[in-house]
């Protein structure tokens, strides 16, 4: 893969990224909680992959995505452990979301995660922002 084709692919997972987040807010809008919190998912899944494009990584699973992200970013110092840690909580809160029978979810709660979300998805985008202007 050529720099140019990465920079693009990380381009796109970030708008990917952004176009969850903004379903999420529209979603709690509209009191959707559940839908919204597998939303707030995949804004963070999608920066955490365009994260990894970065270093020329593709994970082949959600789960792999969450190790890669904590070995590749966490470890390394460029993200910090709470990202790493709101990854797996928000990763599980998700397949709660979609399948739990018994998960309930409360407005104020799903706006803190938007908020932890939205730094989750501010401090992906300034790690790879270089990336991106080819720095």
Known sequence: MTDANKRANVASELARADESMRAARVLVDAALLHDAESRLYYAIYHAAVALLLTEGLEPRSHA????????????????????ARLFARIQKYR????????????????????????????????TIGGFLRGA
Do not use: I, N, W
């Not at 397949?95 to 908020?115: I, Q, S």
């Not at 979300?117 to 992906?124: E, I, S, V």
């Open 64 to 83: 792999g995505t969450a190790s890669m992200l904590g070995l590749h970013f966490v470890k390394t110092g460029r993200m910090d452990p709470e990202d």
């Open 95 to 126: 397949l709660e979301a979609d399948y739990g029978r018994d998960f309930v979810l409360t407005e104020a709660a799903l706006r803190e995660d938007l908020a932890s979300c939205q730094t989750f998805l501010d401090r992906a985008r300034g």
